[in-house]
Every structure is written in C-alpha cells, then in structure tokens.
C-alpha cells in the first residue's frame, strides 16, 4: 500500500451505498445508517448549478418557476442522468464524509439486470463523486444479507426486493444467485397507477407525492379488517379548480391492481421456472419481502393466497438492501464472491 492510500484510507470511511430510485441510503463502516434521503436534485436551468438535494430538493418539486428544475437522477433503479447523478452522489458523500478531499472505498447495490453500459455509469459516477475503489453487489443479494437470510445454504431461498423502480425476485444458493426475474414496476409504478385512476375515475388529477401519500395512509394489496379513508387533493380536469376527495382502501386497491398483478406475476413466473428442487426448498423456507414495496398492507396475504406459500417481510424493509451492503463492506473478506467486479 502506497502513502496516498494510507493517508486516505485513514482519514476516509468505507461506504456502502444503495443508490435507489426513490431513496438514497448510506452505511459507514462502524457507524451503521447515516443517510436516508430523497434521490433528488434541485438545479439552475440556466448553469446546472446545485440549489437542494436530498428531502430540501423533494420539497421544491412542482412548485419551481421555470429558472429552476428538480430532477430525479434514477429511473428504474439505473443512472438516467449521468452528470446531475454524480453531483448527487458527491454532495451526499460530502455531507456524511467529516474530511474533505476524502476519497473512501465505496461498495453500490445495483439492479440484478443492469447492462454493461449502465454497471460502467454507476462506476464512472462513483469515481467522479470522489470514490477510489467501487464494489457492486446486486440488489437482491445485498437485500438477501440484509435480511439474515443464509446465503450460503445450499438450499434454495426466494427473495422479493420490491423498491422504487424495480422488483426483484431471485432465488439464491451458495452465494450466488441461481435464478432471477426482474420488472421495472415496483413503488413508482404503484404511485403512477393511482394518479392516472384518479384522473380516469374522478377526472383529478394529482401530483405524483400526493399519489405516494395516499398509497401509503390507506393503500392495500388485500382487504382490510379495519377500513380506511384518506383525503386526497387535486385539480378538477373538466372545471381547472381545486378538488378534494375521500378514498377508501377498497378503491385504492383497485387503483394499484395493475402494478400489484404484475408483481404476483413476476413472483409466479419465477415459481413456474425454478427447478422441482428449489421449489421444494422454498415450499419449506417461504418468501422473504424487502424494499419499500413490501410495507403495502396486505401484500403478504394477497402473495400468500396467490402461491400458497408462507411470506415473511424482513426487518426494516426499507433498509434492507443498505443493510446489506454495509455488512458486505464491513466484511468484504468472507462476502468477496458476492460482487460484481
């Protein structure tokens, strides 16, 4: 080792990185989770200057004048916008990093089906933002860690990481992953599905946020116990003024029916694929739920019913695939083989 990279490694925390496409989580080695924001950005249209990033950038969206633009950097779990994602990446670094001019090892959970092209983005971003060493590790994986599950086992475990712009559904085996279905409908797509039935139904239309509200006060995947209702605020399309409804769990249901089908989809197609073996193993081990999607009521016994398997949701699902990471940077010895690179 070098002086410059022990002078570096001193003063510079590892990271462990979950770039998502709704959040961005950061894990320090020996400090655990210190970030949870928003990956968003607040920018001058005229010289790309920073304004906000993170939850101050999220505050701003739909509410700027045209001098400034609010961005989401990540579209489906991928870098969409290569330079304003690396900005967000350096400030987020910067803002957990105490010493400037630290340039830390850094470890990124990334999408299961990300391409060449788009495993080289996140590297290059990760560069740029002031990193000197990228790991990768794939998001189901870092999600299968997060949640305890035995990776090593040679017995078959299913795991269905459902986050902003993906979900994932893969069985793993001896530290690798044996077989994987990935779709690009996850939280976002849920969101999307309440703001164009609103618009559809009740002819209001409403921000993407104030879907994501809604979804998360009563939305559900299966009927409830106890019935809820939420009020929702919007524009009436036909008259251009302000509108106010109540929405019930039954109608939210079937709002985000078409996102939460193709989710059961996904989770059936991997059944219908895997080997007899797997599936006995996974008849006897269950299904683990992690990311953000799997917080949504009643998703565990809408899956049960549609597979006649027990479901489990991890601990903090949000945190599940930070969580991970973090374990995988912490011991980057016996989770080697687990990386991409």
């Known amino acids: 080792m070098g002086l410059f990279d022990w002078v570096f490694g001193f003063i510079s925390k590892d990271l462990a990185i979950d770039l998502g496409t709704a959040n961005t989580l950061i894990h320090i080695r020996g400090e655990g989770i210190v970030l949870d924001e928003p990956s968003m950005v607040a920018l001058e249209s005229a010289n790309g200057d920073i304004l906000a990033v993170g939850a101050e950038a999220k505050i701003l969206y739909g509410k700027t004048p045209d001098s400034i633009r609010v961005v989401r950097p990540m579209k489906d779990g991928v870098i969409a916008d290569f330079d304003v994602t690396q900005m967000m990446i350096r400030h987020f670094i910067r803002q957990v990093h105490q010493h400037k001019g630290a340039r ?199 899956l049960h019913r549609e597979t006649n398997l027990h479901i489990y949701r991890a601990r903090e699902p949000l945190r599940a695939v930070v969580r991970g990471t973090g374990m995988v940077m912490e011991n980057l010895g016996e989770y080697r083989q687990v990386c991409l690179n």
């Open 104 to 302: 830390p090892k850094v470890i990124v959970a990334v999408p299961s089906g990300i391409t060449p092209v788009e495993k080289r983005a996140v590297i290059e971003a990760a560069y740029e933002s002031g990193a000197r060493q990228i790991n990768l590790i794939e998001e189901p994986m870092a999600a299968a860690i997060g949640a305890k599950i035995d990776i090593a086992s040679t017995m078959g475990s299913m795991i269905v990481d459902i986050g902003g712009g993906t979900t994932e559904v893969a069985v793993i085996s001896r530290s690798a992953i044996a077989y994987n279905e990935s779709i690009r409908v996850a939280g976002d797509e849920m969101d999307e599905a309440i703001v164009r039935y609103l618009r559809t139904r009740y002819n209001l239309e409403v921000g993407i946020f104030e879907a994501e509200r809604v979804k998360i006060a009563a939305g559900s995947a299966s009927p409830l116990k106890q019935r809820l209702h939420v009020d929702v605020r919007g524009r009436d399309v036909v008259r251009g003024i302000p509108k106010q409804i109540t929405l019930t769990d039954e109608i939210l249901r079937e709002a985000l029916n078409e996102p939460i089908n193709a989710i059961v989809g996904a989770i059936t197609k991997a059944l219908d694929n895997i080997s007899p073996e797997f599936t006995t193993e996974i008849m006897e081990r269950g299904i683990v739920l992690a990311g953000g999607g799997a917080i949504l009521r009643g998703l565990g016994s809408r």
